[in-house]
């Protein structure tokens, strides 16, 4: 995932899972830690509740969070500023319209370049699942199964983010099979682990939206509906 990405993950999660739309200077308080879902209202999910965290989100603020270039920010907004996604305004911003912004994250992620390791299973995607190590990340699918406890269709692939260290056990776990691959590791970032066990809901939805799956739509619709 790139720099740019990682950026747009952390403003959308902030967007969607915590209902902040707002990024000042101003905004110094320590994002709320309670897990909790009310019907199709999504607040306070797992957060980047580090004290190095607590610092205002400003496109300096950001860029220190994750050590970025404030260059590297500024660049990250182009696009989403210049389709009136996001509105800069002095050293803040405000997200004017995040479906626009999930669009363009949509359309500009590149899953397969991603991907680190397939293979097939004979387990079913619960055993799959279950016989995972503890630290991967669940991701498309899963990580919507997981989130919302409800299944807008049968799926049979599992998609999981992993370390390369994490990859060494998946391997011993999960041999490499010829046939339907069924589970699909993908690269993990430096900072996905921040997000608790399961992507984000803006990282679920451009990923749900970059399968070929016939599936992944009726899962992509049931989130719109959630998100929007």
């Not at 984000?200 to 899962?219: G, H």
Request: charge should be positive.
């Amino acid at each position: 995932m790139t720099k740019k990405e990682i950026i747009w993950r952390e403003i959308l999660y902030q967007a969607i899972e915590n209902k902040k739309i707002k990024f000042t200077s101003l905004d110094s308080k320590p994002y709320r830690t309670a897990s909790v879902q009310q019907g199709k209202h999504l607040t306070g999910f797992t957060p980047l509740d580090n004290k190095k965290h607590l610092m205002g989100f400003t496109q300096k603020g950001l860029a220190k969070k994750f050590g970025f270039s404030l260059s590297t920010v500024f660049n990250a907004l182009k696009i989403p500023r210049s389709t009136g996604a996001v509105e800069v305004k002095g050293r803040g911003f405000i997200i004017r319209d995040k479906e626009k912004f999930l669009q363009i994250w949509a359309t500009f992620r590149n899953l397969e370049k991603d991907i680190i390791y397939k293979t097939h299973s004979d387990f079913s995607v619960s055993e799959i699942q279950g016989s995972m190590p503890p630290k991967i990340i669940f991701g498309a699918f899963s990580a919507f199964v997981k989130k919302f406890k409800e299944c807008p269709a049968d799926y049979d692939k599992i998609y999981i983010y992993a370390t390369t260290k994490e990859l060494k056990e998946i391997k011993k776990r999960f041999l490499k099979n010829k046939g339907y691959e069924n589970l699909i590791v993908l690269k993990k970032d430096s900072y996905l682990n921040k997000y608790g066990q399961i992507t984000s809901i803006a990282q679920t939805f451009v990923d749900l939206w970059n399968l070929k799956e016939w599936y992944a739509r009726e899962f992509l619709n049931s989130l719109k509906e959630k998100i929007y």
